[in-house]
């Protein structure tokens, strides 16, 4: 079946740790994002990437890193510098963003809980 | 800076009614209005509105822009269990590279 996976679903860190999550999608896609979400904030931008070898800072992206090496995969690491780093987080894609019926596909999130 | 805003934030209403959610925003270089539905997990596309006061329709939900007044419904009417969910609303730039999202309102449908 098509679609975005992330893994895992649900993860537990110590505060100091970095932790990376992972983000696949075999949709052949150009475009992958990574959104925070926190209750009562929408979704934010942490990260994008259009292409491979290629990606730009979103509106929230101290404390966190990301690579695309393949066209299918854009993990994210949430490094310890996050100062607030338990949240839910989406990992989305989507057709070149200039197709006309641009529309972005979302995994199933990772609940990151960080004590 | 860029802003979506949605009202209200939560409402609580029985099976049957018709519900009417509010999306404004005050975005440079918009492109399009988007709407999303978020159950669980993921959130699933619904509409994508670029023209005003074009109505787009998917069974009982519809939504239109107004690009003058810079906002956007989304009616549902005969509202069931099932609609019960976070509604996002979020605007595409003409940059094509981001999409701002508001704070989403949280819909809960009571028997």
């Known amino acids: 079946d098509g679609g975005i996976t992330q893994s895992p679903k649900y993860l537990f860190r110590k505060e100091g740790q970095n932790v990376t999550l992972s983000c696949e999608q075999n949709?052949?896609?150009?475009?992958m994002y990574w959104y925070r979400q926190d209750p009562g904030q929408g979704l934010r931008l942490i990260y994008y990437?259009?292409?491979?070898?290629?990606?730009q800072k979103g509106d929230i992206a101290e404390g966190y890193s990301v690579s695309r090496e393949k066209k299918e995969s854009f993990p994210l690491t949430v490094t310890s510098a996050q100062k607030n780093p338990t949240a839910f987080y989406l990992c989305?894609?989507?057709?070149?963003?200039?197709?006309?019926?641009?529309?972005?596909?979302f995994g199933p999130g990772t609940r990151l809980t960080v004590t | 800076e860029d802003k979506v805003v949605q009202s209200p934030l939560s409402l609580v209403v029985h099976e049957g009614d018709t519900v009417t959610l509010n999306c404004s925003y005050e975005?440079?270089?918009?492109?399009?209005l988007l709407w999303y539905k978020q159950e669980k997990k993921a959130p699933t596309f619904l509409f994508m509105l670029?023209?005003?006061?074009i109505e787009k329709k998917s069974g009982r939900l519809s939504s239109i822009l107004d690009k003058k007044e810079l906002f956007s419904i989304l009616n549902i009417t005969a509202t069931q269990t099932g609609d019960s969910a976070i509604y996002l609303c979020?605007?595409?730039?003409?940059?094509?590279?981001?999409?701002?999202f508001g704070p989403g309102t949280s819909l809960s449908v009571i028997p």
């Open positions: 975005v440079t270089n918009f492109r399009s």
């Open positions: 670029t023209s005003s006061g």
């Open positions: 989305a894609s989507s057709m070149t963003p200039r197709s006309a019926t641009y529309e972005q596909y």
């Open positions: 949709l052949n896609h150009d475009a």
């Open positions: 990437s259009q292409i491979v070898n290629d990606f």
């Open positions: 979020a605007v595409l730039k003409t940059s094509y590279d981001k999409v701002i």
